[in-house]
């Protein structure tokens, strides 16, 4: 078997990470998975232990949720939060506060 150069190998990553952007401005979260899964194995194969730790830096943790169906009906269903994902929500949630805040003060002053 003949080895892959590192040109090719940087390559794939580039194309794994163009995926990855074009998925989750997409919302696909399921195939975010799989793609981080198939990732994931090209690190463990090809990558060293650092390229393997960026990716795994990136999955995600299922959670279970649920949503409301009818009056008093409700479904429970697995989902997925990626780290990135939760980041931008806390960074968002903090500039909230802020604004609130900001808003106090204007209110009191």
Known sequence: EKPISENAKLRARKIFQRAYED??????KEERVALLNAWKSFETTHGS???????????????KKRRKLAENEFEEYMDY???ADD???????????????WKKEQANA
């Not at 998925?23 to 696909?28: A, T, V």
């Not at 980041?87 to 805040?101: F, G, H």
Request: no cysteine; aromatic share 2%.
């Open 81 to 83: 939060v990626f780290p």
């Open 23 to 28: 998925m989750k401005q997409k919302d696909l």
């Open 49 to 63: 232990a650092a390229d393997l730790e960026k990716v795994e830096k990136q999955m995600p943790r299922r959670v």
């Open 87 to 101: 980041e931008s929500a806390a960074k968002m949630s903090k500039l909230l506060q802020m604004a609130q805040a």
